[in-house]
């Protein structure tokens, strides 16, 4: 069994930053490709950035230039730095990981973490 937990979600202004923490536990073997994904009201999961475990990063458009994705392998840890956050930003934000307990690979999902920016 692995799990995700994201951390660090928080009611922010406008223009303010945040940082979230997601980290994988309980059986970790190996890590894929990792990434963060947000949900707004009555709306489907949209993907935010993706992370290989080379590094090599993707993001959605409308978070480019003031988002950034990162990973620390030792730690299991995926990380999403948002900066310049807008109310539009406001959204519950899951991690995804492609997880192996070194028999089964799993795409993981946390249980989500509620961003909401004030105008």
């Known amino acids: 069994q692995v799990q995700l937990v994201e951390s660090g979600g928080d009611l922010v202004q406008a223009g303010e930053s945040l940082r979230l923490s997601c980290a994988a536990s309980?059986?970790?073997?190996?890590?894929?490709?990792m990434g963060w994904y947000r949900q707004a009201p009555g709306k489907q999961r949209d993907l935010v950035a993706t992370?290989?475990?080379?590094?090599?990063?993707n993001y959605a458009d409308s978070v480019k230039g003031r988002f950034t994705i990162s990973r620390d392998n030792a730690k299991n840890t995926v990380y999403l730095q948002m900066n310049r956050l807008k109310p539009e930003d406001t959204a519950v934000y899951y991690c995804?990981?492609?997880?192996?307990?070194?028999?089964?690979?799993?795409?993981?999902w946390g249980q989500g973490t509620q961003v909401t920016v004030s105008s």
């Open positions: 995804n990981g492609e997880i192996s307990n070194g028999i089964t690979w799993y795409d993981a």
């Open positions: 992370i290989t475990s080379s590094g090599r990063t």
């Open positions: 309980g059986r970790v073997f190996r890590i894929n490709a």
